[in-house]
């Protein structure tokens, strides 16, 4: 029973990383329908920028906000330079793009930072917040989850109460009666790629800030991975179901793992894949996604 | 003469190597109803979209006199054109509430929320499933949703494409008749484009016919209506 809270605990904070990068493509997703691949890759230049911010004598939390923005400038530049002028209903090209920001950043981040693992300071507070026999619950876990409900619950507001959300849900809803209603197709994306890409970040600084892990520019590669699949397991158009996908995939790995000995654990990846097919099959659109519907 | 609310003049339009519109040219003045016929294919849907800016044109498009040729569609929906696209013209995963905001897009006065209980008391349908998503009305009701998305903009003029499309007869005749009010009571003008000419010619002041990317015939609507050419090819007699 310990060993299994505790694997829950883990999975939470895992799981809870996994869905700020997921956060970030289901926002893309819901607008255009296109996976940026390159997701991960601009979340850890952000935290790398978080991590250099830091050492020029930056306060953390102060370096963290500095680099969502600067994050979130550099994904409106790259929205406007390498996405705006293809048609958003032809994701080929748009394909092709994001993997290929995913190289250019990566190689971007290994020669200005290195590839030699750095450590990166804490962002919240050590210990444990709760401890039952062998059973620990790290500050940094709830941390992890509060910050994953904090952006949900900001975005989920920034999209139902403001002019610019609602535009940006129409758009997602309706191209062509969006133009017609006199939205500024462009910029409205545009916003959609700042905010993805400050939540992005913020969730690669958590990531990072992870006493057991370092930083290093190819950490996003495996997240990237886990983030892709959380977002299309709780429904790729869905916030909340970024979380849920991002918790379960976060279970997956670490209970399953544990429980079925003849997963290794370097299959673990392979088994988040295969509860995704499961749940694919039995729910096509995810757990919390919209169904497609049509009027006929 | 007074200047036309919409002027269009030897316009062309092409979708790439396929030209649509061979130079029309159409008027449609303050307060009235005009209506484009035409059949499938006849290129009706692209008048349309050129006057909103939505497809690339040669020729002349002005409202009230000024050109729009050279701006996008959200800078023509600022100068007060409309338009209710063929079909789906809601965004069916926001509320109906919503659909009327965005329709408000473009404006930022302190009104909006009294146009949109005008809207609600013309629509009671429309109050009633205010928070329900656009995609669970009936085609009816999201073509009157789509109609009144449009109508928040306050345009000078509503572009409509085959309103009656997919939708049973006694809905377009209501629909229909919503049009003639909108028109009598707020002066509503509008350029219909429609495949079913019977409604369209009884609510119309003028027509023109559209064949092949050129207009054949243009005229008062009741005399159109008399036209055995037409009376052949549109009204089935």
């Known amino acids: 029973m310990d060993l299994f809270l505790q694997r829950v605990f883990d999975a939470i904070t895992n799981g809870s990383t996994y869905a700020l990068i997921a956060v970030a493509m289901v926002l893309i997703f819901k607008a255009t329908t296109l996976i940026n691949f390159a997701q991960g890759e601009q979340a850890i230049l952000g935290a790398f920028a978080v991590l250099q911010l830091w050492y020029w004598g930056i306060p953390m939390w102060g370096a963290v906000i500095i680099g969502m923005l600067f994050s979130a400038v550099l994904a409106a530049g790259l929205e406007r330079v390498f996405i705006r002028k293809f048609d958003p209903a032809d994701h080929l090209p748009l394909v092709i793009i994001t993997l290929g920001l995913f190289l250019v950043i990566n190689a971007i981040a290994a020669i200005v930072w290195r590839f030699d693992p750095q450590s990166f300071p804490q962002l919240f507070p050590s210990g444990n917040a709760f401890t039952y026999n062998n059973v620990r619950l790290t500050w940094y876990s709830i941390f992890a989850f509060g910050s994953c409900v904090l952006v949900l619950v900001v975005f989920q507001t920034l999209l139902t109460k403001t002019k610019i959300g609602l535009a940006f849900r129409a758009v997602s809803s309706n191209l062509e009666s969006s133009r017609l209603s006199g939205i500024k197709i462009g910029p409205t994306l545009q916003f959609g790629w700042a905010l993805a890409a400050a939540a992005g970040t913020l969730g690669a600084s958590i990531y990072a800030a992870n006493p057991v892990l370092q930083i290093e520019p190819s950490m996003m590669l495996r997240a990237l991975i886990f983030s892709v699949t959380a977002a299309a397991l709780g429904g790729l158009d869905s916030l909340w179901g970024a979380l849920i996908g991002g918790l379960t995939i976060g279970f997956v790995q670490s209970v399953v793992v544990q429980y079925i000995p003849f997963i290794p654990n370097e299959m673990s990846l392979s088994a988040a894949v295969v509860v995704l097919l499961i749940v694919l099959t039995l729910r096509p659109s995810g757990v919390l996604g919209t169904k497609a519907v049509e009027r006929v | ?237």
């Open chain 2, 1 to 237: 003469m007074t200047t036309p609310l919409l002027r269009v003049e030897r316009l062309e339009a092409r979708y790439g190597p396929v030209q649509v519109l061979h130079g029309i040219a159409l008027s449609v003045y303050e307060k009235e109803i005009v209506v484009v016929l035409g059949a499938n294919g006849a290129g009706k849907t692209t008048v349309l979209r050129s006057i909103s800016g939505m497809v690339e044109t040669s020729g002349l498009i002005e409202i009230g006199g000024e050109s729009i040729k050279k701006l996008n569609p959200s800078e023509i929906v600022r100068r007060g054109v409309a338009h209710v696209p063929q079909g789906r013209g809601t965004f069916p995963e926001l509320t109906v509430e919503e659909n009327l905001k965005v329709g408000a897009f473009i404006r930022s006065d302190k009104d909006i929320s009294n146009d949109i209980e005008t809207c609600y008391e013309s629509y009671p349908v429309l109050y009633e499933r205010r928070t329900q998503t656009a995609g669970s009305l009936s085609g009816g009701e999201q073509q009157m949703l789509a109609v009144s998305r449009a109508l928040m903009s306050r345009p000078q003029l509503l572009l409509m494409d085959e309103p009656s499309l997919g939708l049973a007869p006694q809905i377009v005749e209501d629909l229909f008749a919503r049009f003639v009010t909108m028109n009598q009571d707020q002066g509503t003008t509008m350029l219909i484009v429609e495949q079913n000419a019977q409604l369209a010619l009884d609510i119309a002041g003028r027509a023109y016919v559209l064949e092949s990317g050129e207009i054949t015939l243009e005229g008062q609507a009741e005399e159109l209506a008399k036209d055995d050419a037409i009376r052949r090819a549109y009204l089935g007699a």
